[in-house]
């Protein structure tokens, strides 16, 4: 759904913000999300694919920003989240021997277009570090935090 997938993607690149230089592996992303290591992965590697982050693999690894926070656009993320409409259509297919139902995807679609555009145009003035700015550096731990031996 577009709007977890944004909020989460956000997330991800504030968090990144916060850590510098520093490579944060998906787990310590996945604690502050409270979500799946794998989840934090998949939108990685699509944010990865827009240019937005760059990652390194090994002990050491992990992903940081590809870019500094004041050239990333809210409007990149919007973009590279994006795959459907911000409004879904509905998942049964409207009755094509009704009047309403054979047009209504048709107008559905171009009212859907022109709300991810005035979206668009929006987040377009807004940066990831006018965003990131609700955020101090040292909010987040760094590290993954040690288990107690039980």
């Known amino acids: 759904m577009i709007k977890s997938k944004f909020a989460i993607s956000i997330h991800i690149l504030t968090l990144l913000n916060s850590s510098g230089e520093e490579w944060l592996s998906s787990e310590i992303i996945a604690g502050s999300l409270n979500a799946n290591p794998a989840l934090v992965r998949k939108e990685l590697s699509n944010l990865r694919s827009f240019g937005l982050i760059e990652s390194k693999e090994g002990k050491s690894g992990g992903s940081r920003l590809a870019k500094q926070a004041k050239d990333i656009r809210l409007s990149d993320i919007f973009k590279a989240i994006k795959d459907e409409h911000v409004f879904g259509f509905s998942p ?59």
Not at 113 to 124: A, E, P, T
């Open 92 to 150: 049964n297919e409207p009755n094509e021997k009704c009047n309403v139902g054979k047009k209504i995807n048709a107008h559905l679609d171009d009212l859907f277009s022109l709300i991810d555009d005035q979206i668009f145009d929006v987040l377009q003035h807004i940066t990831l570090a006018d965003f990131a700015r609700h955020f101090s550096k040292d909010e987040c731990p760094k590290k993954k935090a040690q288990q107690d031996p039980a």
